[in-house]
């Protein structure tokens, strides 16, 4: 196994902010793609979350880069598929451990789904297609300075979403993010570290959610929840499409 640790790849250049460590999903730990090691072992290892590439965020709403990361400005356009999935029952809740979220980077935890082809998500890219869906936002608490990504400022934390319990069972995509508010008073500003992972969802359910938006598409620089001054005592709406509920 050859592993070689990065010089000084461009996103460890600048401060560090982070990506989804490893996820708990039906009493297994997945590690998820790992930015500064997966690139360096040959064979990669075989993961069930999409690449992302480092720890920085991506800031223009209207990229590819914006559905599970990327670097386009790199020439690395989006992301790409993983090869495995992770067998899930419809109604659990699945935990996501992020690398520990530096305390200014205050925003909401946002996650989305998006049904794949019947045969999986490992070769299925959605473009800018209208395929998804929200099963959890969170947002800031009234005017306080407690946001969704507030619990990921301590160790041992985790982002949780639960797989609607309706869903009709197969293969699905999740598109999990934090939107760091920091710098967001003026567009670009606002900073989003999105990710995917892949999942085979089993039980009875039949639901297909309606009213699916694309990534990139979903959002725009003028939304309330993108344009924003979080240093102000006032209320958030988290962008994008209301949650789906079975
Ligand atoms: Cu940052």
Redesign the pocket.
């Known amino acids: 196994m050859k592993y070689l640790l990065p010089t000084l790849g461009f996103a460890a250049a600048v401060?560090a902010?982070g990506y989804v460590d490893n996820a708990t999903i039906a009493n297994k730990v997945y590690t998820f793609y790992q930015p500064y090691q997966d690139p360096y072992i040959s064979p990669a290892p075989q993961r069930i979350s999409r690449p992302v590439q480092g720890n920085?965020?991506v800031t223009d709403v209207t990229i590819a880069d914006v559905q599970c990361g990327g670097y386009s400005e790199g020439g690395i356009v989006g992301s790409s598929p993983a090869a495995l999935h992770a067998e899930v029952a419809a109604g659990s809740e699945i935990s996501l451990r992020w690398t520990l979220w530096?305390d200014s980077?205050v925003g909401p935890l946002v996650t989305y789904m998006a049904r794949c082809p019947d045969a999986g998500c490992n070769n299925y890219l959605p473009g800018s297609s209208a395929v998804w869906f929200k099963v959890k936002e969170e947002g800031r608490t009234g005017t306080s300075d407690t946001w969704g990504d507030s619990k990921l400022m301590k160790a041992g934390s985790a982002a949780t979403y639960t797989v609607p319990s309706c869903l009709k069972p197969g293969y699905y995509l999740v598109r999990h993010e934090i939107i760091?508010l920091h710098s967001a008073y003026a567009y670009p500003g606002a900073?989003f570290y999105p990710g995917c992972h892949q999942l085979k969802v089993t039980g009875s359910g039949s639901s297909t959610p309606s009213g699916l938006v694309g990534f990139p598409g979903a959002y725009k620089g003028s939304d309330a929840g993108i344009t924003y001054d979080s240093y102000k005592a006032q209320t958030y709406t988290v962008p994008g499409p209301s949650v789906f509920k079975c």
């Open positions: 401060a902010h920085g965020p530096p980077h760091a900073q």
